[in-house]
């Protein structure tokens, strides 16, 4: 995530009068002052004895509750005064189930009543998030929800990840789903483009992916819920309600159950085809600022700030979250637990994971295995700025080492296969630029340390900073900057897109036969592309929306990648988990060829069938002579073609790789 995504946003008061008020009373430095509520009720609970609303306030002068039969545009039918309790909070108690009613709470604070806030806590809530609702929420769970379960798997590194935005999949007119940008068009099977390529769910089961990772699907900021018939986009990365699902993503964004029915059969039916379910979450940041749902509940305690009483802005969008203070760090970890106990979510990747800290990141990964031991986490291992908190605290990619159950994407590995993110027309490993081969190869140990592997000669890095290779994601693209489509067009000017499809299989290849996690962009498997645009997180469907017709026009791509998912899948040797392995069954050979990279798998690497397996790697625009161990071998991949199960034998000795190809070789 970087700022440019939130130029939209709605960002209030530089120098609010709240944070002014929390550097005089000494806030900016201590959070000390603030007590810690460690209840499980806060927010709301419905029981027998009837409705109960409770709000975590310390330095509240006054609190309400506003009840409403409407979620819009209605006066309150009922306000209900809070009583103060200890340790901050504040109480209110009716003796009816309010079910079907809305809520919000509202505090006074420094002599003036603020705006009406849902709480932090709601998890569910009406059109655009401003009323929160009382629902039965198992009233909500589709029929066989007690026994539904994602996929089990034995470490991160046996997962393959497809990382998608509801809308961009399934909204266009070639889609053949009719729920479009919708939960529940990733419940409907069967789905056809109109060329006749299986579609949605089909399509995920057909690729072999084993997760799909879902841009942010909670309630956020930044679509009109209220116009479902106007075309609306956004990433989403703008959050509003952490708990509660969005409302754009439901039939129906007034009626307060059906995101949340919806989402849930959403997640089953992908668990029923044994795909597992990966939220992305931004707890780093909120939409607004003073306006926030926090800063209308507990006013100056939940953010960083500068020294001159201005919001600290190391997510580049206006403020950030202070996870090291005690309730945020609750909150953090009661949300995601949150998620996977009600949603059945089995897994969660942080936004902009550095401004948060190591010991918040190590309790959610704790608290989070109690729910489902396999459950995973990763997230972006930096900033978009500095921040207040201490470098050594935060949990960078640099830092993964302190945090053994949350991995971090490998920036190494993805720019200097393609050329840096920033630079659309730098090239990389891939596309023919000498330079990048022991970056790349940092990439294929998982950032381990590796007697072969001269990591001064890194770009992005210059130590091993995972301890083993479960610590990273590997991968060329995702939702930001250009795809892989649009960056080799720009990166690889005068080529043909025989020649382009042929790169992203090299770089593709490189990344899913690296040791770590591989990770991929929906619609990668099809070439698709945003029409050259860099930073789509509010651009239209004619930029985002994933054209199905590109599934028979580059059928031979499709097939390229299901076959590497296969090859992946069934081969334990590229799935290792510990540094001591890579280290030992890992070998690289001696290249004395610029943009060449061989090396072998050894000795049944991890169990493996396969006594042996050899990658070569050639970037360049030009052929290249190898030398291959004498002996028989399995082709597994050559000239731009693979097959999991094979292509034929050749002999070892000399052998030319292609320009711009992967060759994969196997011996039992």
Known sequence: M??????????????????????????????????????????????????????????????????????????????????????????????????????????????KWLAETPGIYAKAVGANGHRAAIIDMDATDPEGWDADKGPALANITDAVIYEMHHRDFSVDSTSGIEHKGKFLALTEEGTKSMLGDPTGIDHLKELGITHVHILPSYDYNSVDETKPDVPQYNWGYDPYNYNAPEGSYSTNAHDP???????????????????????????????????????????????????????SDASGCGNETASEKPMMRDYIINSTKYWADEYHIDGFRFDLMAIHDIETMNQVAAALKEVNPDIFVYGEGWTAGDSPLPVDQRALKDNVSKMPQVAVFS???????????????????????????????????????????????????????????????????????????????????????????????????????????????????????????????????SINAIDWTLKRKNADQFNYYTELIKLRKEHPAFRMTTAEDVAKHLVFDETEQDNVISYSLIDNANGDAWKEIKLVFNGNEKPVAVDVPAGDWKVIAIDGKIKAEGLGKMKGGKVTVPATSALILARE
Request: aromatic residues 10%; glycine residues 8%; negative net charge.
């Open 257 to 311: 159950a059906a995101r949340v029915r919806e989402m849930k059969e959403m997640v089953k039916a992908l668990h029923d085809n044994d795909i597992g379910v990966i939220m992305d979450v931004v707890y780093n940041h909120t939409a607004n600022n003073d306006d926030s749902n926090f800063s209308l509940t507990a006013p100056g305690y939940f953010y960083r700030y500068r020294e001159d009483g201005t919001y």
């Open 411 to 541: 920036d190494d590995i993805r720019d200097a296969i393609k050329g840096h993110y920033s630079n659309a027309e730098d090239r990389g490993f891939a596309t023919g630029k000498p330079g990048n081969e022991e970056t790349v190869k940092i990439g294929i140990v998982g950032a381990t340390a590796h007697p072969q592997v001269d990591y001064a000669k890194g770009n992005n890095s210059k130590a091993a900073y995972a301890n083993a290779p479960t610590q990273v994601i590997n991968y060329v693209s995702c939702h930001d900057d250009l795809t892989l489509t649009d960056k080799l067009a720009k990166s690889m000017q005068g080529s043909t897109e025989a020649q382009r499809q042929r790169a992203a299989r090299l770089a593709q290849t490189i990344v899913f036969t690296s040791q770590g996690t591989p990770f991929m962009f929906a619609g990668e498997e099809l070439f698709r592309d945003k029409k050259g645009v860099h930073n789509s997180y509010k651009s239209p469907d």
């Open 2 to 111: 970087f700022k440019s995504k939130f130029n939209n946003l709605k960002l209030t008061g530089a120098v609010s009068a709240v944070a002014l008020i929390c550097v005089s009373c000494g806030e900016n430095k201590s959070h000390d002052r603030f007590p810690v509520y460690e209840g499980d009720d806060l927010e709301l609970v419905v029981n027998d004895e009837g409705t109960h609303f409770t709000l975590w306030s310390p330095e509240a002068d006054a609190a309400e509750v506003r009840i409403y039969d409407k979620d819009l545009d209605s006066a309150p039918i009922q306000t209900l005064e809070m009583s103060k309790g200890d340790n901050g909070v504040w109480r209110s108690t009716v003796s009816d189930q309010l079910y079907g009613k809305f809520y919000t709470f509202r505090i006074k604070h420094g002599g």
